[in-house]
T-cell receptor
Framework: AQTVTQSQPEMSVQEAETVTLSCTYD???????LFWYKQPPSRQMILVIR??????QNATENRFSVNFQKAAKSFSLKISDSQLGDAAMYFC?????????FGQGTELSVKP | NAGVTQTPKFRVLKTGQSMTLLCAQD?????MYWYRQDPGMGLRLIHY???????AKGEVPDGYNVSRLKKQNFLLGLESAAPSQTSVYFC?????????????FGQGTRLTVV
């Protein structure tokens, strides 16, 4: 069964600094997709970044980038120049064959 | 665009009562999902559907049933509610055949079973 693990329940970062959120997953498949979603206190789910497993190049979206290590089944999210608005719950997710599985989440706080 | 709409937004049930949560999407998506969100547990997949008339079990299907009679609607039923089903429930939908497409979520339903 596919599983997604986020081992950091909480993280904290100083405004303007960089933070990395960890995610590992377990699968026997070779073709799949990975995502990071952000959930602010409003409960709205917002897509941050996505990565196709067949692409070796790491995805980037402005201040957000990933470190995708396929062999290690690791998919970490780096947030650069952290802003107060980045404070939220972050979820890593895996999609294979239409089955979309989420990790436990990491709550990120940003200190001014 | 309405996107994904969940009904109701809040509900309090007594143990043993039944209810149905409705999810409606207007994006012609093939895939639809029901999740529950509990503190420290993340979003756990209850059931999902890959198209009209199809359903499949997720990670935590026990105590829930679903139906997808129309492509735009995905219903989640609780036949006999238990306090352990107190949670926030999210519905989501996404495109068929494009696995890198983002999932669109409803605003959530907060269910309390007393």
């Amino acid at each position: 069964a596919q599983t997604v693990t986020q081992s950091q329940p909480e993280m904290s970062v100083q405004e303007a600094e960089t933070v990395t959120l960890s995610c590992t997953y377990d699968t026997s498949e070779s073709d799949y997709y990975l995502f990071w979603y952000k959930q602010p206190p409003s409960r709205q789910m917002i897509l941050v970044i996505r990565q196709e497993a067949y692409k070796q190049q790491n995805a980037t979206e402005n201040r957000f980038s990933v470190n995708f290590q396929k062999a290690a089944k690791s998919f970490s999210l780096k947030i650069s120049d952290s802003q107060l608005g980045d404070a939220a719950m972050y979820f890593c997710a895996y999609n294979q064959g239409g089955k979309l599985i989420f990790g436990q989440g990491t709550e990120l706080s940003v200190k001014p | 665009n309405a996107g994904v709409t969940q009904t109701p937004k809040f509900r309090v049930l007594k143990t043993g009562q039944s209810m149905t949560l409705l999810c409606a999407q207007d994006m012609n998506h093939e895939y639809m999902y029901w999740y529950r969100q509990d503190p420290g547990m993340g979003l756990r997949l209850i059931h999902y559907s890959v198209g009209e008339g199809t359903t499949a079990k997720g990670e935590v299907p026990d105590g829930y049933n679903v139906s997808r009679l129309k492509k735009q609607n995905f219903l989640l039923g609780l036949e006999s509610a238990a306090p352990s089903q107190t949670s926030v429930y999210f519905c989501a939908s996404t495109d068929w055949g494009r696995m890198n497409t983002e999932a669109f979520f409803g605003q959530g339903t907060r269910l309390t079973v007393v």
